[in-house]
């Protein structure tokens, strides 16, 4: 006898495989604990633009700049707008956010890293 799956066992499967896929792009957007210093400017970033309520299409991707320690990202928010950030690595960090071209935040990285981690 042969037995062919149930229409529910292949519904349930189906949704399962959805809920995964659905959640990788949410797992890879989630910051690890701690990081280098390009993964810390954009943490501080991030927790500009969610402090800001700033809804983000693509989060800040960063690189160091060719010239100096300067830190460099950019990304998209859910309306187009260009989000730039630079900043140094240096103990003194100042981080600077612009949507649009327009300044949202600039100020030392450590206190807004301090900021968020105080919840």
Request: hydrophobic share 50%.
């Amino acid at each position: 006898m042969t037995s062919r799956p149930s229409c529910a066992l292949v519904v349930v499967a189906a949704a399962s495989v959805v809920g995964v896929l659905t959640g990788c792009s949410q797992i890879a957007a989630l910051a690890p604990v701690g990081g280098n210093a390009l993964a810390v400017v954009r943490f501080g970033a991030i927790d500009v633009l969610q402090q800001k309520n700033i809804a983000v299409l693509t989060a800040p991707v960063c690189a160091l700049a060719e010239s100096g320690p300067v830190v460099t990202c950019s990304g998209t928010s859910i309306d187009g707008r260009q989000i730039t950030v630079t900043s140094s690595v240096a103990s003194d960090a100042q981080l600077v956010v612009a949507v649009g071209g327009e300044t949202i935040f600039s100020g030392a990285l450590t206190e807004v890293l301090d900021e968020a981690a105080r919840g």
